[in-house]
Structure formats: C-alpha cells, structure tokens
C-alpha cells in the first residue's frame, strides 16, 4: 500500500512524509515532463501515450501535471478490493522498472552524442576565447586606421577641390577640340569609305553646334561639317542607287541617310523597289528553270532554291524594312504588306506550276518533302508579314495538292482494277494448249484481289505521308480532320469502292451494248469479288483506314453497312446477268434447233439429237465453272426413281386421260379445256426469280430460262407422229442429267411435261412412243 502511495517516482519509498524530499519530488518530475513535451511538441495525453481526452485538473490522474498521491490512495482504498490494490502495487512496479529500463536504454543508445556533444561545445568555448581576442586586437586596428583617414582627407581637401576643376576644365577642352578637328575628320572619314563613322561623329557634334550656332568659330565649324555632310549624303545616295551590293549593305546605307537627316518616305520608296529588283531577279531564274528548253530541276531542288533564294531575300528585306521604317505606323506596314503579297503572288504561281508537273508515280514521298520544306520556308516571312497572308497562301497550296494527290491515286486504283479486268480477259480467252491447264476461276479471283488490296494499301501508305509527325503542315486543322475523313476515307477509299461497284454493274447492260461482249466467266469471277468484299475486305479496308487515320473531323461519313449494301446488290445483280446470259446461249441453241426442223415430215427418232447432248455438256461446264466460286446450296430431298422417269403423254396423272387409246380428233376441245383448268392448280414456276449466292440457284435459273425458251418455241411449231416422239425422246434425255442441278428436281419434271404436252397439243396425231423404247433410246445416245 505505501509503494502505491509513493506514486511513480522511483526514489519515493514507503516511510517518508509529504514535507520532506518526497513533496519536491513530483514538481521535478512534472518539470522534467514538460521539457520533453516542449521538445517533442506533444501534447500531456500524447506524452502520456493516451488520447487528451481526461481532465488536466484531476488529482487522482497518475499522468497529470496535478496528480495528488494521498487523493488517488485515499481513492484506491475506498474504492478498490484489497486483491486489485495488490494488483495495482505489482502493476505500478512493473511500470516503474519498464520506465527505468527504458530510460537506461536510451542514455546507452544517445551515450556516444551526449560525449560529441560534450567535446563540441567544449571545444566552442576554445573557439569563441580566441576570437574575442582577435575581434578586440581589430577594433583597435580599426580605429587606428579611421584616425589616419581623417586626417588625410582634412590635409588633401583643397588639392581634391583643384583637382576636379582641373579634370572638368581638361574635358571641356578636348570637346572643343574634336569639335574644331571634326571638320577634318569627317573629309579623311569619306576619303575612307568609313561611312558609319563619319556620321556618328556628325551625330555627337550636332546638338552641340545647334546649341552655339551664334558663336562665329562654331558657326564656321557648322558650315563646313554641313558641306562634308552633303557631299556623304550625296556618296551613300549613289552607292545605295547602284544596287551592286547585298540587302544588309542597302540596309546600311539607308540607316546612314536617315541618321543624316534624309527624308524617310522617300528612302522607304527607293529602298522597296531596289528589293523589288533583285526579288523579280530570283522569280526571273526560278521562271527559267520551268522553260521547255532545258529539264525542269526535281521538286525538291526547285523549292530549295526558291527557298533560299527568293523567300530568304523576303525575309532580309521585311527584317530591315520594318527595323529602318518602324516609324512610318501602319501606313508603311501596308506598304511591306502590299509588296509582299504581290511578289508572293508570284513565287507561289511558280511553285504550283512546278508542283502541276509532278504527275508520274504513286510514290509521294519526294513531294511531301518538297512540300515541307516550302512550308517551313515560310514560316518566317509569314511571322514577320502577318497582314500579307504569305502562310495561309502557302497551307492552301499544299492543301490542294494534297487533294490532287488524292485524286491521283484515286484514278491510279480505278486504272489498275481496270488493268485486273483486262488481265482476266486475256487470262480467259488465251488458248489452251494440250497437256497445260490454264489458271482456274478461283486463282483468277485470289489474284485480283490480292492485287486490288495490295494498290489500296500502297495507296494509303503514300499518302499517310502528308500526315506524319515530322512534316511541318501535318498538325494543320485541314490534315488532321477533313484530309482523313473527306479526303482519303471517303474520296479514295468508299470513292474506289464504289467506283468498282459502277464498272461492274457497267457490265450488265443490254447485249446489244457493251454488256453483249462480256465473257460469263467474267461476269461470276466479279460477282463473287463484290461479294468477298461485302463479307470481309470492305470492313477490313475502312478499318485499316481508320486506324491509320486517327480521324478528328465530325462530318458524316458512310457507314460500312451501307457500302456493303451497295457490294452485295452488285454481286446479285451480276449473277443475276450471268445467269440471264448463260441461260440466253443455251436457249439460243434450242430455238435454233426447233426453228430449223420440219418437224411433220421428220423421221421416226433412232437417237437423242446432237443439240440436246451440247445443252447438256454445258449445263455441265457451267456447274464446274460455278461451283469454282460458289458453295453448292441446299437442295430438296430426291426421289430415288429421278433417273428413270420416262417422259411420255402419259407420264403424268393429269394427261393419262387425255391421251388414252380411246383419244380421238373429234373431240379437241375438251382436251384443251382439261389441260387449262389442270393448269389452275399446277404451281407457277418463276423463270427470272431471284438468283441466291449458290451454286444450285445459279444452275435452277440458267435451266429455268433454257427449259422456258424451249416450251415458248415448242408452242409455236406444229408436229407429226414422229415430230412428237422426238421431242418425247428429247425431254427424256434432259430429265435424265438436268436433275441433278436443280434444287429442286420437280422443276425440270414440270417444265418438261409442259414441252411434251405443248407437242402433243399441236400435233395432229399424237401417238407416243412406248416408254422402254424411250429409256433405250436415251441409254444408248
């Protein structure tokens, strides 16, 4: 209980009063605290390692500046259980040799600086004895010398005095000297050529002889220095005149002659038109370059030279026109202005003449230089000549021949499709020898493509050039906004798309026109690249546009939906012509061979005819040729008797009853009238509906048209017995291999019903031939 009471202090102990050392005791301590509070800038709860949140006043506080040990004892024994007062006395115990061991650690750990520190200020007091020694021993120096010191200047005062008149008196002479040896110097100066100096001369005496022009020897020296300054005035006038020397030298003279007084509006007028001169000189030169006579320089050299010789010419002409005449105000700055604008004019009508010669090539790389270098060029004047507009004049320039360029190479890729075309043309029409296969429709298409891709991307390469970091014109607004999006996504790139959809569709004119000469192969071949492109290269190509040319512009451009829209409708409508054109060749070999023939007076049929057999052999090809570029397509299920289908006047349900034994020629009408209201109920067959991206649709249409033409010619002949038969025999051998083209081989089976009903229609005696003589018949042709 004592050693609670005895507080924190570890000297306190259990015996001792509160009157004695152990009273002083906690002042020491909460001194000492606060000195480590102070130096630490804690706060008494920061100190204390708790939050500041208790009462600073309150006694029974053992980290308190106003801690009491009888008030927390008292506390303790009226509040705590005899087993936590023990706890407590262990506790504080615990705490008191934890502080001391702390504290032991840290006079070991700072042992070290406590004894540096002990030496240092040791050693300070050395230090600081020695100097107030010295600083006393300078003081008395110090005083020493201010006595000498006033007594000098007491002793040299007059003399000072004399002396400063003197040296007035002595720089007043030498003024009047040079002013009574400027005459002189002025005459030996011009002797001289010294120009410069002769007037600097004239300008320190000036004021000076104005001032006491009264006085007769300065009048005197006036006169003369003013006819030696005329007789200046009048040499750097003809030397100025002449126009032998360079700008700086001109400049230089017309500096001298209005420092001599000379008229500034006169000078400025004088000074413009010897710069006019030796700039129409430059003009004349570069003009020259561009004769017929001799080889016009690359472009490059040629803006190098204007650059340095004409632009650089502007450039020392406008610096010294505005540093000579800056007093002039805005009226001479429009003058400078008028003059460079003029001149400018025309340099930049050389230039363009220049830049409308470079035509050939795809490669831009020699003219974006070109380019460059123009508008760095004219940086320069364009900063000191804003009013004239010489770079804005210049961005134009280059702006529109950017855009030439774009229509060139525009043109080059509508050029080299067209070349493909021809290519392909060739390709197909070249003869082919024996033994060697020619390239097939496939590879035809893989190389036109690549081809095509290849000019597209060699296109874009070029002219991604006028948009590289390091060309000066490249952060303009045009070339990072309307250049990429108008110009090269939509003039080059959606215009070449497009482009190539017109040439294309341009084949499907009328036969009679240009679409007549155009081989079907070519026609399928292009077909399927409009719809390659639609599928892939179109999204590939705008995408790689994209990418290349970060476009900043907002105006609207054309969706790539829309361009494939536009791709796919001319892929259709280019097989839709390969099939009207195909199927025009096979019909036009059936009408011959129905309108050639007598068919009352022919023969019984011995085997199929040749022309069947042809229609048959290129339905074949064309399948082949086809199904190079086109999947195959679905077809409807067939029925396992497709092959052996015999066509007779009784093949069908709906014409047994007309044809039976019992027909007679008697009874005609209610033939045609069974044979009309049988046709109500029959499905129409749409000749020219719309051909699919297949290899099936493609023969369905082409065997649509054939079959249609030769029922159409079939209606307009009349037969005999044999006639009939020859056409059954005929209908049968198409039906045998036709089939298997279709999509649907129902089809083939109506239309010809159809030929052989129109035939037995229109002939008088409509006997048919027995179906197995039919199928030997056909088995054997």
């Given at each position: 209980?004592?050693?609670?009471?005895?507080?924190?202090?570890?000297?306190?102990?259990?015996?001792?009063?509160?009157?004695?050392?152990?009273?002083?005791?906690?002042?020491?301590?909460?001194?000492?605290?606060?000195?480590?509070?102070?130096?630490?800038?804690?706060?008494?709860?920061?100190?204390?390692?708790?939050?500041?949140?208790?009462?600073?006043?309150?006694?029974?506080?053992?980290?308190?500046?106003?801690?009491?040990?009888?008030?927390?004892?008292?506390?303790?024994?009226?509040?705590?259980?005899?087993?936590?007062?023990?706890?407590?006395?262990?506790?504080?115990?615990?705490?008191?040799?934890?502080?001391?061991?702390?504290?032991?650690?840290?006079?070991?750990?700072?042992?070290?600086?406590?004894?540096?520190?002990?030496?240092?200020?040791?050693?300070?007091?050395?230090?600081?004895?020695?100097?107030?020694?010295?600083?006393?021993?300078?003081?008395?120096?110090?005083?020493?010398?201010?006595?000498?010191?006033?007594?000098?200047?007491?002793?040299?005062?007059?003399?000072?005095?004399?002396?400063?008149?003197?040296?007035?008196?002595?720089?007043?002479?030498?003024?009047?000297?040079?002013?009574?040896?400027?005459?002189?110097?002025?005459?030996?100066?011009?002797?001289?050529?010294?120009?410069?100096?002769?007037?600097?001369?004239?300008?320190?005496?000036?004021?000076?002889?104005?001032?006491?022009?009264?006085?007769?020897?300065?009048?005197?020296?006036?006169?003369?220095?003013?006819?030696?300054?005329?007789?200046?005035?009048?040499q750097l006038r003809q030397r100025f005149r002449e126009g032998g020397s360079g700008a700086p030298e001109q400049a230089?003279c017309v500096e001298l002659l209005l420092a001599l007084g000379e008229p500034a509006e006169e000078l400025c007028e004088?000074?413009?038109?010897?710069?006019?001169?030796?700039?129409?000189?430059?003009?004349?030169?570069?003009?020259?370059?561009?004769?017929?006579?001799?080889?016009?320089?690359?472009?490059?050299?040629?803006?190098?030279?204007?650059?340095?010789?004409?632009?650089?010419?502007?450039?020392?002409?406008?610096?010294?026109?505005?540093?000579?005449?800056?007093?002039?105000?805005?009226?001479?700055?429009?003058?400078?202005?008028?003059?460079?604008?003029?001149?400018?004019?025309?340099?930049?009508?050389?230039?363009?003449?220049?830049?409308?010669?470079?035509?050939?090539?795809?490669?831009?790389?020699?003219?974006?230089?070109?380019?460059?270098?123009?508008?760095?060029?004219?940086?320069?004047?364009?900063?000191?000549?804003?009013?004239?507009?010489?770079?804005?004049?210049?961005?134009?320039?280059?702006?529109?021949?950017?855009?030439?360029?774009?229509?060139?190479?525009?043109?080059?890729?509508?050029a080299a499709f067209l070349g493909c075309l021809t290519d392909v043309r060739q390709a197909l029409a070249a003869p082919?020898?024996?033994?060697?296969?020619?390239?097939?429709?496939?590879?035809?298409?893989?190389?036109?493509?690549?081809?095509?891709?290849?000019?597209?991307?060699?296109?874009?390469?070029?002219?991604?050039?006028?948009?590289?970091?390091?060309?000066?014109?490249?952060?303009?607004?045009?070339?990072?906004?309307?250049?990429?999006?108008?110009?090269?996504?939509?003039?080059?790139?959606?215009?070449?798309?497009?482009?190539?959809?017109?040439?294309?569709?341009?084949?499907?004119?009328?036969?009679?026109?240009?679409?007549?000469?155009?081989?079907?192969?070519?026609?399928?071949?292009?077909?399927?690249?409009?719809?390659?492109?639609?599928?892939?290269?179109?999204?590939?190509?705008?995408?790689?546009?994209?990418?290349?040319?970060?476009?900043?512009?907002?105006?609207?451009?054309?969706?790539?939906?829309?361009?494939?829209?536009?791709?796919?409708?001319?892929?259709?409508?280019?097989?839709?012509?390969?099939?009207?054109?195909?199927?025009?060749?096979?019909?036009?070999?059936?009408?011959?061979?129905?309108?050639?023939?007598?068919?009352?007076?022919?023969?019984?049929?011995?085997?199929?005819?040749?022309?069947?057999?042809?229609?048959?052999?290129?339905?074949?090809?064309?399948?082949?040729?086809?199904?190079?570029?086109?999947?195959?397509?679905?077809?409807?299920?067939?029925?396992?008797?497709?092959?052996?289908?015999?066509?007779?006047?009784?093949?069908?349900?709906?014409?047994?009853?007309?044809?039976?034994?019992?027909?007679?020629?008697?009874?005609?009408?209610?033939?045609?009238?069974?044979?009309?209201?049988?046709?109500?109920?029959?499905?129409?067959?749409?000749?020219?509906?719309?051909?699919?991206?297949?290899?099936?649709?493609?023969?369905?249409?082409?065997?649509?048209?054939?079959?249609?033409?030769?029922?159409?010619?079939?209606?307009?002949?009349?037969?005999?017995?044999?006639?009939?038969?020859?056409?059954?025999?005929?209908?049968?051998?198409?039906?045998?291999?036709?089939?298997?083209?279709?999509?649907?081989?129902?089809?083939?089976?109506?239309?010809?019903?159809?030929?052989?009903?129109?035939?037995?229609?229109?002939?008088?005696?409509?006997?048919?031939?027995?179906?197995?003589?039919?199928?030997?018949?056909?088995?054997?042709?």
């Open positions: 209980m004592a050693a609670v009471a005895a507080g924190p202090g570890p000297g306190s102990g259990p015996g001792d009063s509160p009157e004695g050392p152990e009273a002083e005791a906690p002042e020491r301590r909460r001194k000492a605290h606060g000195m480590l509070k102070l130096y630490y800038g804690l706060s008494e709860g920061e100190a204390a390692g708790r939050p500041a949140g208790p009462d600073p006043l309150d006694p029974t506080d053992l980290n308190g500046a106003h801690f009491d040990p009888e008030v927390y004892l008292d506390k303790l024994r009226r509040e705590c259980p005899l087993a936590q007062l023990m706890d407590s006395e262990t506790d504080m115990v615990r705490q008191i040799r934890a502080l001391d061991s702390d504290m032991q650690t840290l006079v070991y750990e700072n042992y070290n600086k406590f004894i540096s520190a002990t030496d240092t200020i040791r050693k300070m007091k050395n230090d600081f004895r020695k100097m107030e020694d010295e600083m006393d021993r300078l003081a008395t120096n110090m005083a020493v010398i201010t006595d000498f010191s006033a007594r000098i200047s007491a002793t040299l005062q007059d003399r000072h005095e004399r002396i400063t008149k003197l040296a007035g008196v002595h720089a007043l002479l030498r003024k009047l000297q040079f002013l009574f040896e400027l005459p002189s110097r002025l005459t030996k100066c011009v002797e001289l050529g010294a120009y410069g100096q002769a007037v600097r001369y004239q300008g320190r005496a000036r004021a000076v002889l104005q001032q006491y022009q009264h006085l007769p020897s300065f009048r005197a020296i006036q006169d003369d220095c003013q006819v030696i300054t005329a007789r200046l005035a009048q230089e004088e000074f413009l038109a010897h710069a006019r001169g030796r700039l129409e000189e430059e003009l004349r030169s570069l003009e020259a370059e561009l004769g017929p006579s001799p080889p016009a320089p690359d472009v490059l050299e040629f803006t190098d030279r204007g650059g340095s010789g004409f632009v650089g010419g502007l450039c020392q002409v406008a610096a010294a026109y505005q540093e000579l005449f800056a007093a002039q105000g805005p009226a001479g700055a429009e003058r400078l202005a008028a003059f460079a604008r003029e001149l400018g004019g025309r340099y930049f009508a050389l230039v363009e003449r220049r830049l409308a010669q470079e035509q050939g090539g795809g490669d831009n790389s020699l003219l974006v230089r070109a380019l460059d270098r123009f508008h760095r060029r004219l940086r320069a004047p364009g900063a000191l000549l804003a009013a004239a507009g010489l770079a804005e004049a210049a961005t134009e320039i280059v702006e529109r021949v950017a855009r030439e360029r774009l229509g060139h190479h525009l043109q080059g890729l509508r082919r020898l024996a033994g060697k296969e020619g390239p097939g429709l496939a590879e035809l298409l893989a190389n036109v493509a690549s081809s095509i891709l290849s000019h597209i991307k060699a296109s874009l390469a070029a002219v991604h050039l006028f948009t590289a970091k390091e060309v000066s014109f490249s952060n303009k607004p045009y070339f990072r906004g309307e250049f990429c999006s108008q110009g090269v996504r939509e003039g080059l790139i959606v215009g070449f798309i497009r482009s190539m959809c017109q040439t294309a569709q341009s084949f499907c004119d009328s036969p009679g026109e240009k679409g007549g000469a155009t081989p079907p192969a070519l026609l399928l071949l292009l077909s399927r690249l409009c719809l390659d492109y639609e599928t892939a290269t179109i999204s590939y190509v705008l995408t790689l546009t994209d990418e290349q040319f970060l476009v900043q512009d907002q105006s609207p451009v054309t969706p790539v939906s829309t361009l494939c829209a536009e791709a796919r409708e001319t892929a259709r409508r280019l097989l839709t012509h390969y099939v009207k054109v195909q199927g025009l060749v096979i019909s036009q070999m059936l009408r011959k061979s129905v309108e050639t023939r007598d068919w009352l007076s022919t023969l019984e049929p011995r085997n199929v005819r040749a022309v069947m057999k042809r229609v048959v052999e290129d339905t074949t090809a064309i399948d082949v040729q086809v199904g190079l570029l086109y999947e195959e397509g679905v077809r409807k299920a067939q029925s396992s008797d497709s092959s052996k289908r015999t066509f007779s006047v009784y093949s069908s349900s709906r014409q047994q009853g007309r044809y039976a034994p019992s027909y007679t020629p008697s009874a005609p009408m209610d033939t045609n009238l069974l044979s009309n209201i049988q046709k109500l109920f029959s499905e129409r067959i749409d000749v020219f509906s719309p051909v699919e991206f297949n290899k099936v649709s493609v023969l369905t249409g082409i065997i649509k048209i054939s079959l249609k033409t030769l029922l159409e010619c079939v209606r307009l002949r009349t037969f005999g017995r044999f006639g009939l038969q020859q056409v059954q025999v005929d209908c049968h051998f198409l039906q045998l291999y036709l089939w298997r083209f279709v999509a649907d081989e129902e089809l083939v089976h109506l239309l010809l019903d159809e030929v052989v009903a129109s035939a037995a229609l229109r002939c008088p005696d409509p006997v048919p031939m027995e179906p197995s003589v039919v199928e030997v018949i056909c088995e054997r042709g």
